[in-house]
C-alpha cells in the first residue's frame, strides 16, 4: 500500500524559510519523477515543483529562485527548502508523483503571517 507523509510545515513570518518532507513507501520511488504540490484555501490543488529521476527540477513561476526541490532516493524522502515565503505561499502541502499520482497525503500546513 502506498504511503505518502508529509511534514515540516507550520508558521513562518514573511521572508522566513521552512524545509518540508515527504516519505514514501509502497512505491517505486526512484523510478518516478516527483513533485510538490499545494492547495491555498478556496483554491484548487496545483503543482509547484517536480524533480526528475535523472535530477532535473522544474518550478512554477510563482516559486522559481525561491524554492528548491531534492530527493533522496536510498531514504525514499522528499524534500522542498521553502525561502522568502510569502503570505500567498500559505496553502496545504503535498507530495505525489505528478505523472503516475498515487492517493493523497494527509498534506502539512504552511501559514506565512506576520
Known amino acids: 500500500q502506498v504511503q505518502l507523509v508529509e511534514s515540516g510545515g507550520g508558521l513562518v513570518q514573511p521572508g522566513g524559510s521552512l524545509t518540508l518532507s515527504c516519505g514514501v513507501s509502497?512505491?517505486?520511488?526512484?523510478?518516478?519523477?516527483m513533485g510538490w504540490f499545494r492547495q491555498p484555501p478556496g483554491k484548487e490543488r496545483e503543482l509547484v515543483a517536480s524533480?526528475?529521476?535523472?535530477?532535473?527540477?522544474e518550478y512554477a513561476d510563482s516559486v522559481q529562485g525561491r524554492f528548491t526541490i531534492s530527493r533522496d532516493n536510498d531514504k525514499k524522502m522528499l524534500y522542498l527548502q521553502m525561502n522568502s515565503l510569502k503570505p500567498e505561499d500559505t496553502a496545504l502541502y503535498y507530495c505525489?508523483?505528478?505523472?503516475?499520482?498515487?492517493?493523497w497525503g494527509q498534506g502539512t500546513q504552511v501559514t506565512v503571517s506576520s
Open positions: 509502497g512505491f517505486p520511488f526512484s523510478s518516478f519523477a
Open positions: 505525489n508523483a505528478p505523472y503516475y499520482k498515487q492517493n
Open positions: 524533480i526528475f529521476t535523472g535530477g532535473p527540477t
